[in-house]
């Protein structure tokens, strides 16, 4: 029994050896399996940011290409809008200069009339005369200015404000 015992000390401290080579090969598989996990872990951190920097580099692009043809647009549309305005302003602006035209005539003639009845009947009958033909000349002019250009009504600007808000309606329903 004593051979038994002898070698069980023996087999026992072999097989501890065993136990303690297994568990170092395992330590090491471990170690080799940490450091693989922590190279995958930089690898996708390293990934994850250069993914964010080409993001916000697209992204940044495209707010520049974005703000452009917003911009463009914008000129666009107030050029359109200054067109329509130049063009609607002008007949009024005609229209002033016949009603200007017309008051300084008028002035004219209220003068005129106002110095020929002050001088009276007699001698003076010529600036009578003459006042009265000039007057009724005036009004053959008055006449004519009642084919004056149309005046753009509020209409017109209404119609405008309504152009607007659809533009606005549609650029929200795209956005």
């Known amino acids: 029994m004593r051979g038994a015992m002898e070698l ?19 330590r090491r598989e471990l170690g080799h399996r940490l450091e693989g996990l922590r190279e995958a872990r930089r690898q996708i951190k390293e990934s994850a940011s250069q993914t964010r920097d080409v993001l916000k580099q697209h992204f940044n692009d495209l707010k520049g290409t974005l703000g452009k043809l917003l911009d463009e647009r914008l ?13 609607t302003i002008k007949p009024l602006d005609d229209c002033q200069k016949l009603i200007e035209h017309g008051v300084n005539t008028a002035e004219d003639l209220v003068r005129e009339g106002e110095i020929a009845m002050l001088d009276g009947v007699g001698e003076e009958n010529e600036k ?9 000349h005036i009004q053959l002019d ?34």
């Not at 000390?9 to 090969?25: H, K, T, Y």
């Not at 084919?147 to 607007?164: D, E, M, R, T, W």
């Open 8 to 26: 069980e000390p023996e087999l026992l401290l072999q097989e501890a050896r065993e136990s303690v080579e297994a568990a170092q090969s395992y």
């Open 75 to 87: 000129v666009t549309l107030l050029q359109e809008v200054d067109t329509i305005e130049q063009e």
């Open 128 to 136: 009578l005369w003459s006042f009265t033909k000039k007057a009724s």
């Open 142 to 175: 008055r006449w004519m200015t009642t084919l004056q250009p149309k005046i753009i009504g509020s209409s017109f600007v209404n119609l405008l404000q309504i152009i607007l808000r659809m533009y606005m309606w549609v650029l929200k329903l795209n956005s």
